[in-house]
């Protein structure tokens, strides 16, 4: 792994998996760049990291807050090295058509409009400076289907076909990345795995592997579906 330090923006920040990651990725050295959707967390994620990092409050499915946050970040910060848009929502299990329609849509908003706000106002001054690496975080559940998730199936379908077009469409030297974190055992995995949850990774077992290794992505996995390595796909 690279010794330099580097801006690492993480959506979902405060909590399961992108929290742990901006705690690892701080304590490396670099500057980690976080948002999440609950003011409480917010606050106690950016009083466990301190100075020089940057966490603030933003509903990623609101194209106007995100504009706001990236136009702080570039000023308070500079530009990211490493994007990952990790913030998510899952259903409770239930067959399709008895998922609540306000539920349907906020996972919708979140999982893919949110994506793309982010990448709508981050990409833009990576292009300008002509590198950097966005990793869009899919599932397997993103390449194939399974009972009673289905929103959050198509969501994570539709990560993957967005990230393949972004990477053909970003310059050499730059990275779009859908990344698989595999079955980890967080609140999202509760809802959908039940008592199952429980028999894979924690959090904290799994960032020992994932955090250099997601550093170590580059342009050389443009556009391709990667998956972190010793985790299991459901």
């Known amino acids: 792994m690279s010794d330099d330090r580097r801006i690492i923006l993480i959506t979902g920040a405060t ?21 999440g959707r609950n003011p409480k967390s917010v606050e106690e994620l950016a009083q466990a990291l301190g100075s020089p990092h940057h966490v603030r409050s ?25 994007v990952l848009n990790n913030a998510a929502l899952i259903n409770d299990r239930a067959p399709l058509w008895e998922v609540p329609v306000q539920d349907f849509s906020d996972i919708v908003d979140v999982n893919i409009k949110g994506v793309v706000n982010v990448v709508r106002h981050v990409v833009p001054p990576m ?46 030297g730059m990275a779009a990345i859908p990344l698989s974190p595999g079955i980890i055992h967080t609140d999202m995995l509760d809802t959908a795995f039940g008592a199952g949850a429980a028999e894979h990774w924690t959090a904290d077992q799994w960032v020992d592997t994932a955090a250099p290794f ?21």
């Not at 998996?17 to 760049?33: D, I």
């Not at 194939?144 to 053909?168: M, N, R």
Request: glycine share 16%; with cysteine; proline share 6%.
């Open 58 to 82: 933003v509903d990623v499915a609101s194209d106007g807050a995100v504009a706001a946050w990236i136009e702080g970040v570039l000023q308070d910060v500079g530009v990211p090295d490493l």
């Open 15 to 35: 909590r399961g998996l992108g929290r742990v990651l901006a705690k690892r990725y701080a304590a490396m050295g670099h500057t980690v760049v976080g948002c």
């Open 214 to 234: 997601i550093l170590d992505l580059g342009p050389e996995q443009n556009g391709q579906s990667i998956r972190i390595p010793g985790s299991t796909d459901p």
């Open 127 to 172: 292009l300008e400076r002509g590198t950097g690496v966005i990793c869009n975080i899919s599932s397997g559940w993103g390449q194939f289907s399974a009972p009673e998730v289905g929103p959050y199936c198509a969501t994570k379908f539709a990560i993957e076909g967005l990230t393949g077009s972004l990477a053909q469409e970003l310059p050499d």
